[in-house]
């Protein structure tokens, strides 16, 4: 059977063709304010990489903040559950899924049948998110990967207090002027991150492996971060980004 | 010296409060809004009368008694034949204006009220009784007290019976006296018992209600729940017994067609016009299909029991039922509000908690944790949601809102 799964997010779209639950294409791009367009663009994107057309799709699941504006799905899921399903297809197990994503950090524990027992995700704010990252990296004069880069190289990260996004702006140019070294200001954004997903990685079972995925995976400086803070190992399976693309494709 | 103190405050907000008034058109056109979801063509009095709630005509002997909170007896004032009016209100607009007098980090239902108040919009109160409840409305009564006459009662911050019985009576029994003197009646035991037996009825039609919807949420739906909710706020009581009776007559008649997973809405209340939450969980395909909320549940599910039959017996009654029965997490402790959800989840046999956290007021929020680990250690599925009144996080919500339903669901396959 052929599926495609597409997760409208509020930064990127990424859709994925699946093969009898096994991957053949991927294809991301930028959400912007047209994400439906982009969805068709993205899709069209991952059936050429795959030499499909259309009408060799059995399914097409739609996820994400914008599952419900692309007319082309069949389906639509959440993005937890969909997480979820991909998480346990690859795990097999039970675990603790850390996903950050563009506007969203959530937290997912699911059980050795692969049922979610519960979940927790941040406050409505942006601090602690993808987007976050994004604008603090701006402020650095880099991009998000530069901005990983940057913490790792650095020496002495400095302790941020600011939890709104606005406001850990206005620390991070004034740290800088107060010539603060970049890769210190890095460190301490992934730092304040890390702290709070720690904080939300509490609530949850300690005793199962925890699986961290979403844009945020793809930055080891990140991954760094929270397992020196929570004192627990991450694992981040392929293709984190893709991964709830790949459940919601695997979910109906 | 604290009179003329708050005075000089009050002229100074005066002065420089700004002449742009909230729009109010928004509120009826709300109440449009949901009136078109009803089913039921009883409810239609009960939107009519949101629309003439803006246009009190007051007659010469009309008194009018605003109030917040269920712990103020209602009953004491029916006894004087004053006419109660609850104030508490969840508007948009108003906490914009609320912020022209307080700071922005203030709980918004205060920062609404205030704003109501510097407007003018209750001139034609009479007195105003702030309960002591919570902090910001102890800071409120000050606060409110240059625009309005002012009445403190304040219970305490432990409802548990034993230990203040008397305590509470004692608070009771002087509110009573001075609002005899203060409005010149000769209230006593017959008039408390005649307003008593004015709010069992109530009960009595709500204790209907409530215990239908359990059943079949869809034949009375939520909107039209909380809009009567919302009209008890300031509708004589007979007549609202009577529409509701007439509503739950026609609602009894409908067949419930609903398979959606059935809720429980428990935390801050959900009060027009700020139904974001009803409309993200009628979205999200989960139905609200009980509530422990004080301004619904908390209000109107336990009757008064009078087991002496005199004027003090019958004031301590009243403590009984609003304040040792009150469910606000400044007076009930941890333990027994999560025992009341566990026990209405398996005694209705319901699907799953929403916990509803009023952005800033601390108090809910705080018992957050409790709460879910414990319902968690009992199987029932339950999410925890902050909002306030903006309409900014209904994405937000809505993804919370669909994950919960589909664990649901999946738990249920």
Redesign the interface.
């Known amino acids: 059977m052929l599926k495609a799964g597409i997760d409208i997010g509020s930064v990127m779209t990424k859709c994925v063709i699946v093969r009898d639950e096994t991957v053949i294409a991927r294809a991301i791009g930028r959400s912007g304010t047209m994400p439906e367009i982009i969805a068709e663009k993205v899709l069209k994107e991952a059936l050429s990489q795959a030499e499909l057309d259309y009408s060799d799709l059995d399914k097409i699941v739609s996820t994400g903040?914008g599952r419900h504006i692309f007319s082309k799905a069949h389906f639509t899921?959440?993005?937890?559950?969909a997480v979820a399903k991909a998480v346990f297809h690859i795990m097999k197990t039970g675990c603790l899924i850390i996903d950050v994503g563009g506007?969203?950090t959530k937290t997912i524990e699911i059980d050795g049948s692969g049922?979610?027992?519960?979940?927790l995700?941040n406050?409505?704010c942006a601090a602690g998110t993808g987007r976050f990252l994004e604008m603090m990296a701006g402020v650095l004069e880099t991009d998000i990967y530069g901005l990983g880069k940057l913490a790792l190289q650095a020496d002495k990260p400095v302790l941020l207090n600011a939890t709104c996004s606005v406001f850990a702006e206005s620390e991070v140019v004034s740290l800088i002027a107060h010539n603060e070294k970049k890769e210190n200001i890095a460190a301490g954004l992934f730092n304040a991150i890390a702290s709070r997903i720690a904080t939300m990685m509490a609530?949850f079972n300690k005793n199962v492996p925890v699986v961290f995925c979403g844009g945020g995976a793809n930055i080891p400086a990140l991954k760094n971060s929270i397992e020196k803070i929570s004192n627990r190992k991450l694992e981040i399976p392929e293709y984190p980004q893709f991964l709830v693309a790949f459940g919601s494709a695997l979910t109906f | 010296m604290q009179k003329k103190f708050l005075n000089k405050y009050n002229e100074i907000i005066l002065k420089n409060l700004s002449s742009k008034k909230p729009f109010l058109n928004d509120e009826f056109e709300q109440a449009l809004k949901y009136r078109l979801k009803s089913g039921l063509s009883s409810m239609d009095d009960f939107y009519k009368a949101i629309e003439s709630n803006f246009r009190i005509e007051k007659t010469q002997k009309d008194r009018y008694i605003g109030y917040f909170c269920s712990i103020v007896p209602e009953e004491l004032l029916i006894a004087c034949c004053l006419k109660p009016v609850r104030l508490c209100c969840e508007e948009y607009a108003w906490t914009n204006a609320g912020e022209e007098i307080l700071p922005g980090d203030i709980c918004p239902v205060i920062k609404s009220i205030c704003g109501k108040f510097y407007n003018n919009v209750y001139d034609y109160l009479d007195l105003v009784i702030v309960p002591g409840t919570c902090d910001p409305k102890t800071k409120l009564a000050e606060l409110l007290s240059p625009v309005k006459e002012i009445y403190f009662l304040d219970p305490g911050r432990n409802s548990d019976y034993l230990d203040n019985v008397d305590k509470w009576t004692a608070l009771y029994t002087k509110f009573f006296e001075f609002l005899k003197q203060k409005f010149q009646c000769n209230a006593g035991r017959k008039q408390l018992l005649n307003a008593c037996k004015l709010t069992n009825k109530r009960t009595e039609i709500f204790k209907k209600i409530y215990e239908l919807r359990i059943k079949s949420p869809d034949v009375i739906n939520a909107f039209d729940y909380y809009v009567m909710i919302y009209v008890s706020f300031f509708m004589d009581i007979e007549q609202w017994n009577n529409m509701a009776e007439k509503v739950y007559d026609e609602a009894k008649e409908k067949h419930s067609l609903s398979k959606k997973p059935k809720i429980l809405l428990a935390g801050s209340p959900v009060i027009f016009p700020n139904f974001k939450i009803l409309d993200v969980l009628q979205q999200a395909e989960l139905e609200i299909s009980s509530d422990i909320q004080c301004t619904s549940f908390g209000r109107f599910y336990n009757p008064v029991v009078i087991d002496e039959d005199t004027e003090s017996g019958i004031i301590r009654a009243l403590t009984l039922k609003n304040i040792a029965g009150s469910i606000c997490p400044c007076l009930l402790n941890l333990e027994k509000m999560v025992n009341l959800i566990i026990d209405t989840v398996n005694q209705y046999k319901l699907d799953g908690v929403v916990y509803y956290n009023l952005r800033l007021c601390q108090v809910f929020e705080t018992q957050t944790?409790v709460i879910?680990q414990v319902l968690?250690e009992n199987k029932i599925p339950?999410l925890s949601v902050?909002?306030d009144f903006g309409k900014?996080?209904i994405?937000?919500l809505k993804?919370?809102f669909?994950?919960f339903r589909?664990?649901i669901q999946?738990?249920k396959e």
């Open positions: 903040y899921i959440t993005e937890i559950s506007q969203d049922e979610i027992v519960d979940f995700m406050d409505k609530h | 944790t879910r968690k339950f902050k909002s900014e996080d994405g937000q993804t919370r669909e994950a589909e664990i999946s738990g």
